[in-house]
């Protein structure tokens, strides 16, 4: 049969809102609702969660549809996603663990300076360390993906010579670990959401931020900087989370395809994706030589990896399973670069 205008708009209607089951089949296949609080064009969903859904909506076919509510839809607050799967508000939800205070306390050790190089070895260390159980806060959800951005670097407004001339500075930190590395090199952490954060730039109270390349672009941050000084201060951790009774109820074929193109595969394509952003909007500050970018001299980057080691071991301290989930990290890392 040759499609009509009609069928081709349905599928293409379909294809947008992420449902691709036919209406006819609505009624009896159930419906796993995906939200998340940013818009549909942000890296996350178009380059992570779009395309483990639609891979998954294929593969299971009529048994299940897969319906995504972008940018906030089903509930906008960044420091609420995990109450909304955890509710079955939405079957399934991108959580970022750093707004969710001490429900995902051990997943700070993703935040540590020089110690992570790539997102795609961060994810596949989150998610060997959650498959052996060892990342406290998910107990109660069921775990599809982790995935990780780009390593953070640290953007200056006014260029320096080495990070020993962050003493004195004010450094805008994502969380306590960064607050942590600060303080170890002498400066003073001031902890802001993104919007603070670009007004203490342009008003020039605030020396410099530790933000991923991503980042940077997201919150239109690059043009208030002059450098970057590309040392590895950790990675942003990201959890793609699923209602438990949603899970528990699908069929288990659905549930296998699910987890097919979640887990390690996820956390591989979510690397790449991220990386290769970063890639991209690194080429492009290149070229407009706006911004200066300082590599670490190998030496410094072991000196200054040295000095991080107070801050790992600050982490391990604080945290109660702290020191057994460090080892498991480091271990892992090893076999992922050998």
Known sequence: ???????????????????????????????????????????????????????????????????????????????????????GVADAAWVLPGYHGKQFEDMQIFELPFLFESATEAALVGWHLCEKKMLRGIEDVHL??????????????????????????????????????????????????????????????????IQSWS???????????????????????????????????????????????GGTTLARGAGEAYEGVGQEIRATVEKDAKIQLAELAPSDKARYAQQAQAVHKWWIQKSPNGEKIYAEAVAQLKKIRG
């Open 215 to 261: 980042g940077m672009r997201t919150f239109k941050t690059l043009p208030l900087v002059r450098q970057n000084q590309l040392a590895p201060i950790g990675v942003i951790p990201f959890l793609l989370l699923m209602n438990r009774k949603t899970f528990d109820s699908l069929p288990k074929d659905v549930q296998d395809a699910v987890m097919k193109h």
């Open 144 to 209: 599809v993906g982790f995935f990780a951005t780009e390593v953070s670097n640290l953007w200056m407004t006014n260029p320096i010579k080495s990070l020993d001339e962050l003493k004195g500075k004010k450094i805008r930190s994502v969380g306590a670990v960064h607050a942590e590395w600060l303080k170890v090199m002498g400066a003073s952490a001031e902890t802001m959401d993104s919007p603070e954060m670009n007004e203490g730039l342009q008003r020039r109270t605030l020396d410099g931020v």
């Open 1 to 87: 049969m040759i499609p009509t205008r009609r069928h081709l708009l349905s599928a293409a209607g379909a294809l947008a809102t992420g449902s691709l089951v036919s209406p006819s089949r609505a009624q009896s296949s159930p419906l796993v609702k995906v939200a998340t609080f940013v818009p549909e064009q942000s890296v996350g969903v178009a380059k992570v969660i779009k395309p483990w859904m639609l891979a998954t909506q294929q593969e299971v076919g009529t048994r299940a549809r897969f319906q995504g509510f972008w940018g906030g839809s089903l509930g906008k607050d960044a420091f609420k996603q995990f109450d909304l799967v955890r509710t």
